[in-house]
C-alpha cells in the first residue's frame, strides 16, 4: 500500500508543479517546447521502469503474477509504449475538438491539464474492473482479444475520426440541456456570468467532450494492456506515465499531425497483434521481449513511412 501512496503523491506533486510552476502564466507551447517536455516524460517512463525493476525484487509491493524484475520492467515498459501509441488516434480527436470550439492555443494546455485529473480518475476505475473480471473470469481474456481484433478491423475500414464533429455529439447537445453554454470566453475561465445566469465557456465544454472521448479510447487501451499482464500497479502506473506525457505529444504533433497520418496502421497492426496474443494465449506463449520489439518495431515503421511518404506528398504540392 505504501507503494501505492508514494506513486500518487508522486503523480500530484508532478501536476502541482506543472501547473503552479512550469505553467502558472498561459501561453502558446511552440514545438520546441513540446519537444523537450516528450522527451523529459519520456526519460522519465524509462527511469522509472529502473523503479519497477527496483520494486519487484523487493517485498514493498505485492507481485499477484509473480514476475521477475526483469519481466516486470519489460511489461512496464511495453505496456506504456502501447498506450502511448493508442493515445495518437486521442490526439487527433482533441485537436478537432478545439478547432471545433475555437479554444485558443495559449489556453489549451490548461484545458488538458485539468483533463487528466479526471483521466486518472476514470482510467483507475476502469483498470481495477478490467482487473477484477479477468482475474474471476478467465474467459473474458477471449473476449477482449476478439473485441481489440474488431477494433483494429473497424480502424483499417473506416474513418470515423474525420467525420467526428463535436458541436453534432450527443455530449455538447446533453451538456446544453443541462446548464447555459455560451460562446464567449474569458480568458481561461470555465465558467462566465451572462444574462442566463452562470454560463460553461467553450473551454468547459471542450474539456467535458474531451473526458468523455477518453473514457471512449479507454474502452481499446485498457483491454490492450491487459493483454500484457493484469498486475494492477503496471497496468495503472504505465497508463498514468502515458497520459502524464499527452499533453506535450499533443502540442508537439498538433502541427505535424498530416505528416503522420501513416501512424494509423502502426496502431491497427498494434491492435491486431494484441487481440490475436490473448486469443492464443493458452497455445502460443510469446516472450515479453517480442511483444516489446513487435510493438517498438510497428511504431518506428509507421513514423519513418509517413515521414518518407509525407515528405513526398509535399514535393509533389
Given at each position: 500500500m505504501i507503494?501505492?501512496?508514494?506513486?500518487?503523491?508522486?503523480?500530484?506533486?508532478?501536476?502541482?508543479?506543472?501547473?503552479?510552476?512550469?505553467?502558472?502564466?498561459?501561453?502558446?507551447?511552440?514545438?520546441?517546447?513540446a519537444?523537450?517536455?516528450?522527451?523529459?516524460?519520456?526519460?522519465?517512463?524509462?527511469a522509472?521502469?529502473?523503479?519497477?525493476?527496483?520494486?519487484?525484487?523487493?517485498?514493498?509491493?505485492?507481485?499477484?503474477?509473480?514476475?521477475?524484475?526483469?519481466?516486470?520492467?519489460?511489461?512496464?515498459?511495453?505496456?506504456?509504449?502501447?498506450?502511448?501509441?493508442?493515445?495518437?488516434?486521442?490526439?487527433?480527436?482533441?485537436?478537432v475538438?478545439f478547432?471545433?470550439?475555437?479554444?485558443?492555443?495559449?489556453?489549451?494546455?490548461?484545458?488538458?491539464?485539468?483533463?487528466i485529473?479526471?483521466?486518472i480518475?476514470f482510467r483507475?476505475?476502469?483498470?481495477?474492473?478490467?482487473?477484477?473480471?479477468?482475474?474471476?473470469?478467465?474467459?473474458?481474456?477471449?473476449?477482449?482479444g476478439?473485441?481489440?481484433?474488431?477494433?483494429?478491423?473497424?480502424?483499417?475500414?473506416?474513418?470515423?475520426?474525420?467525420d467526428?464533429?463535436?458541436?453534432?455529439?450527443?455530449?455538447?447537445?446533453?451538456?446544453?440541456?443541462?446548464?447555459?453554454?455560451?460562446?464567449e470566453?474569458?480568458?481561461?475561465?470555465?465558467?462566465?456570468p451572462?444574462?442566463?445566469?452562470?454560463a460553461?465557456?467553450?473551454?468547459?465544454?471542450?474539456?467535458?467532450?474531451?473526458?468523455?472521448m477518453?473514457?471512449?479510447?479507454?474502452?481499446?487501451s485498457?483491454?490492450?494492456?491487459?493483454a500484457?499482464?493484469?498486475?494492477?500497479?503496471?497496468?495503472?502506473?504505465s497508463n498514468?506515465?502515458?497520459?502524464?506525457?499527452?499533453?506535450?505529444?499533443?502540442f508537439?504533433?498538433?502541427?505535424?499531425?498530416?505528416?503522420?497520418?501513416?501512424?494509423?496502421?502502426?496502431?491497427?497492426?498494434?491492435l491486431?497483434?494484441?487481440?490475436?496474443?490473448?486469443?492464443?494465449?493458452?497455445?502460443?506463449?510469446?516472450?515479453?521481449?517480442?511483444?516489446?520489439?513487435?510493438?517498438?518495431?510497428?511504431?518506428?515503421v509507421?513514423?519513418?513511412?509517413?515521414?518518407?511518404l509525407?515528405g513526398?506528398?509535399?514535393l509533389?504540392?
Amino acid at each position: 500500500m505504501i507503494v501505492w501512496i508514494l506513486f500518487f503523491a508522486m503523480v500530484l506533486v508532478i501536476l502541482a508543479l506543472d501547473l503552479g510552476v512550469f505553467n502558472k502564466t498561459p501561453h502558446i507551447i511552440s514545438t520546441k517546447e513540446a519537444s523537450k517536455w516528450t522527451a523529459i516524460w519520456v526519460s522519465l517512463s524509462m527511469a522509472f521502469s529502473g523503479v519497477i525493476y527496483w520494486l519487484y525484487g523487493t517485498d514493498y509491493i505485492s507481485n499477484p503474477t509473480h514476475l521477475t524484475q526483469t519481466g516486470a520492467a519489460l511489461k512496464f515498459i511495453t505496456g506504456y509504449l502501447i498506450e502511448l501509441s493508442l493515445s495518437i488516434d486521442n490526439i487527433f480527436v482533441i485537436a478537432v475538438i478545439f478547432a471545433s470550439f475555437k479554444i485558443p492555443q495559449k489556453y489549451q494546455h490548461r484545458v488538458l491539464f485539468w483533463g487528466i485529473l479526471g483521466a486518472i480518475v476514470f482510467r483507475g476505475l476502469m483498470i481495477s474492473f478490467g482487473v477484477i473480471i479477468i482475474n474471476k473470469f478467465t474467459w473474458t481474456t477471449y473476449l477482449f482479444g476478439a473485441f481489440l481484433l474488431f477494433t483494429a478491423i473497424k480502424m483499417l475500414f473506416s474513418g470515423d475520426d474525420e467525420d467526428f464533429e463535436p458541436k453534432d455529439s450527443f455530449v455538447y447537445k446533453t451538456l446544453g440541456k443541462i446548464m447555459p453554454i455560451t460562446s464567449e470566453t474569458d480568458k481561461e475561465k470555465f465558467f462566465i456570468p451572462t444574462s442566463k445566469g452562470k454560463a460553461a465557456t467553450p473551454l468547459f465544454v471542450a474539456l467535458i467532450v474531451i473526458e468523455v472521448m477518453d473514457v471512449l479510447f479507454a474502452v481499446d487501451s485498457v483491454p490492450a494492456i491487459l493483454a500484457i499482464t493484469s498486475d494492477p500497479f503496471l497496468v495503472f502506473s504505465s497508463n498514468i506515465f502515458a497520459i502524464l506525457g499527452l499533453r506535450s505529444m499533443y502540442f508537439f504533433l498538433a502541427n505535424m499531425l498530416e505528416k503522420f497520418s501513416y501512424l494509423e496502421y502502426s496502431l491497427i497492426a498494434i491492435l491486431s497483434f494484441v487481440g490475436i496474443k490473448m486469443l492464443a494465449h493458452d497455445y502460443i506463449e510469446i516472450p515479453e521481449w517480442a511483444s516489446l520489439t513487435f510493438i517498438a518495431v510497428a511504431l518506428l515503421v509507421g513514423i519513418l513511412v509517413s515521414l518518407r511518404l509525407g515528405g513526398e506528398e509535399d514535393l509533389e504540392e
